[in-house]
């Protein structure tokens, strides 16, 4: 192929996932898909291998990557099924992160995948949100290993009704149908826009084309990494705590960059811990994947050939590389932040005018809702929350955004007032709480929100303890903090809260860069 060919190629599978993603937005009933955009669309070759993807949730993505070829080979596909996956230990993220793929065929022949992973604030854990402060897996929710939710083109009834409930009238049912039928939807979509790929330009020609750009991503790839001087970068960052009693967590990498690529290695890393910031290696291979794909060029394809130069290893039962039955609702979204800390404190050291200093390191979770009573019917809401960016040679950074393994937006006012027993009483930047230095870190935000009703609450968030550093003489950004009522919360915890209650989510800031004249 040409250099145009190969360009209109990848920009035709590029657009088929944000078509996907389009209409699953679009399509979906919770505000956690269709306003925060909680969701990830890519399409794969018949190996399970990356073949293109839309930009949208970093570890949603990396974990797809990593790990889609376990569940392709174990399942015998045929025309118009579709599997439902959640299980983080085979190549899941956690429990609310539900994946949906489909087989695509040209002229009745496997040629790839399409697949969409979208978060449920209700997968059937105790605690509404289903994101506990837990101590196994068990505890998370529902757990779905790879099961047909769609047999010929037909939605298997037993499946809907086990992942959603019979009861038609309940919001929290009503919601999960509406978004798992978005789901099918936007893998229908991507599986007739792929079939019409293949069938225009021939099976054959399409594997190639396929192959070309596998090629041409990876040379991009190695160009970029060329930029890191060979040799062996070491960091090492902490967890503030499980919320089960163990703290200073600590999280280390070792970076060998030698002509052969880059060596991502996690030993050193504490053993997996009681609570849920463990999480599987599929994981710690996205945080990995994204902070070294944020040394190549905007053009770079994101298929398998990026990957090809990284290679990812942990030792097996450490924190970043736990072992079933260990819980993991926060190391999604947690711990995959701060690996992505760690791996950019490594590279730092060699590349410091490229790399920035750290942000405010947390999703900062809140998951709250209440169960069913004769007053109000059960809900279930999760949001994630934003804060300072860490600033660079080149820049500030920014405030108030979602940073790194998290694309999300915030869910507007509006559509929380309009769906939950709650009223947002103040939403703005966190003023000064970004770090000072020659470039400022960026602020984080504080978000306020009064109850309307009595509600189980839960946080799981990070940078209380342990902030966000600075980079070159530049000063960290400021811990964020939880507070209920005025007074301090935990990082992670889980209360009942009265009518009234008011909590108040201050997010850590960015670190700044360099040193401040």
């Not at 059937?124 to 939710?149: F, N, R, W, Y």
């Not at 998290?406 to 559509?415: A, H, K, M, Q, R």
């Amino acid at each position: 192929m040409n250099a145009i060919e190969l360009s209109v190629f990848a920009s035709r599978l590029s657009a088929i996932c944000e078509e996907m993603g389009a209409l699953l937005k679009c399509a979906a009933f919770s505000p956690n898909i269709k306003d925060r955009l909680d969701f990830s669309c890519a399409l794969f070759d018949p190996d399970g291998q990356l073949a293109a993807q839309a930009a949208h949730i970093p570890v949603h993505l990396g974990s797809m990557a990593y790990a889609m070829a376990d569940i392709v080979e174990s399942h015998p596909w045929q025309p118009g099924d579709m599997l439902v996956v959640n299980d983080p230990y085979l190549g899941g993220t956690h429990l609310p992160d539900v994946t949906v793929i489909a087989p695509v065929y040209g002229f009745e022949q496997l040629v790839g995948f399409a697949a969409n992973r979208a978060h449920h604030a209700n997968i059937g854990a105790s605690e509404p949100g289903s994101m506990p402060v837990s101590t196994c897996l068990q505890e998370e929710g529902e757990i779905i290993p790879p099961t047909l939710l769609v047999r010929r083109d037909e939605v298997v009834s037993d499946v809907m009704n086990r992942l959603c409930g019979t009861d038609s009238q309940a919001t929290h049912s009503i919601q999960a149908r509406g978004d798992f039928a978005a789901q099918i939807s936007a893998c229908r979509l991507g599986a007739d826009r792929l079939t019409e790929q293949v069938e225009a330009l021939g099976v054959a020609s399409y594997m190639t084309s396929l192959r070309a750009l596998n090629d041409y991503a990876e040379r991009l790839a190695r160009h970029a990494l060329s930029v890191i001087p060979q040799g062996r970068y070491r960091f090492r960052d902490y967890m503030d705590d499980d919320g089960l009693g163990q703290s200073d967590i600590e999280i280390a990498v070792t970076i060998d960059v030698s002509e052969r690529g880059v060596a991502v290695d996690f030993t050193g890393t504490s053993g997996q811990v009681s609570g849920n910031i463990n999480c599987p290696l599929s994981v710690a291979a996205a945080a990995a994947f994204y902070a070294l794909r944020c040394l190549m060029p905007p053009q770079t394809p994101a298929c398998a050939g990026t990957f090809r130069p990284i290679q990812i290893t942990a030792p097996i039962g450490c924190l970043v590389n736990a072992q079933r039955p260990a819980a993991v609702a926060a190391g999604n979204v947690e711990t995959s932040t701060r690996m992505v800390d760690v791996v950019l404190g490594a590279l730092a050291q060699t590349l410091p005018e490229l790399i920035p200093a750290a942000s405010t390191g947390s999703m900062n979770n809140v998951a709250m809702g209440a169960h069913a009573t004769a007053q109000q019917p059960r809900w279930d809401y999760y949001e994630t929350n934003g804060g300072g960016m860490g600033a660079g040679k080149n820049g500030g950074g920014l405030s108030g955004v979602q940073t790194h393994m998290t694309n999300t937006l915030n869910t507007p006012i509006e559509s929380l007032e309009q769906h939950y027993p709650l009223r947002v009483t103040r939403y703005q930047l966190r003023r000064g709480s970004g770090g000072k230095g020659k470039v400022c870190g960026g602020d984080g935000l504080i978000r306020e929100y009064q109850f309307l009703a009595p509600t189980r609450l839960t946080l799981l968030t990070e940078r209380r303890s342990y902030t966000p550093w600075g980079l070159m003489g530049g000063e960290p950004g400021a811990a964020g903090e939880n507070l209920l009522n005025g007074e301090l919360l935990p990082a992670k915890i889980a209360i009942d809260v009265a009518t009234g209650d008011v909590l108040t989510l201050a997010t850590a800031g960015g670190g700044g860069w360099g040193k401040a004249s």
